[in-house]
């Protein structure tokens, strides 16, 4: 398979998987065009692998925790908008009322990340492991930590509820 096959076959998979690793669709975009670019750049060695996509899946991933790490993540741009011009998305509003994707970004970098691979990929524990270059029982450990944090998340907020 070439790579401008690859591109346009799995380009919103990655898509895809940005926005539910990151929760922002901006970054989103750009970690799956990182991810294909440094896939461009090895195609030949991306082919060769037994899974192109388990590839790229990793580059993407890795962006991901690599961008987590860097200070210049956590700043949000500022500018003034004309609000009369502008139309708000509406899909925008139901991601941010969701109240997992909250608790989901409350969660580590890597937690976040093995929750969304196992449960909105569909990877099991070795696949994981592959992708991250940890141990399957890293995986293991890394997800009951990340659901025991959504857990008192959701019992923090069910007792929120109840106080007037």
Same mark, same amino acid.
């Given at each position: ?6 591109? =346009? $076959? ?23 065009? @990182?991810? +294909? ?34 200070? =210049?993540?956590?700043?949000? &741009?500022? $500018?003034?908008?004309? =609000? ?9 509003? @139901? ?19 093995? +929750?969304? +691979? ?9 696949? @994981? ?6 141990? &399957? ?10 659901? $025991? ?16």
């Amino acid at each position: 398979m070439e790579f401008e096959e690859y591109a =346009s $076959a799995r380009g919103q998979d990655l898509v895809r998987l940005g926005f539910t690793v990151s929760g922002d669709y901006q970054r989103a975009e750009d970690l799956a065009q @990182i991810a +294909l670019m440094q896939a461009f750049r090895n195609w030949r060695r991306v082919q060769r692998t037994e899974d192109p996509h388990n590839y790229v899946r990793r580059i993407l991933v890795n962006s991901y925790l690599s961008m987590t790490r860097k200070r =210049s993540f956590t700043e949000a &741009p500022a $500018a003034d908008i004309d =609000s009369e011009r502008t139309v708000p998305d509406p899909a925008i509003d @139901i991601v941010n009322s969701d109240d997992l994707w909250r608790a989901l970004a409350r969660l580590s970098a890597r937690g976040r990340v093995v +929750l969304v +691979l196992r449960y909105y990929q569909d990877m099991d524990d070795r696949t @994981i492991a592959d992708v991250l270059g940890i141990k &399957p029982s890293s995986v293991r450990a890394t997800a009951s930590r990340a659901l $025991a944090s959504l857990r008192t998340a959701r019992q923090y907020s069910r007792v929120d509820e109840r106080l007037p």
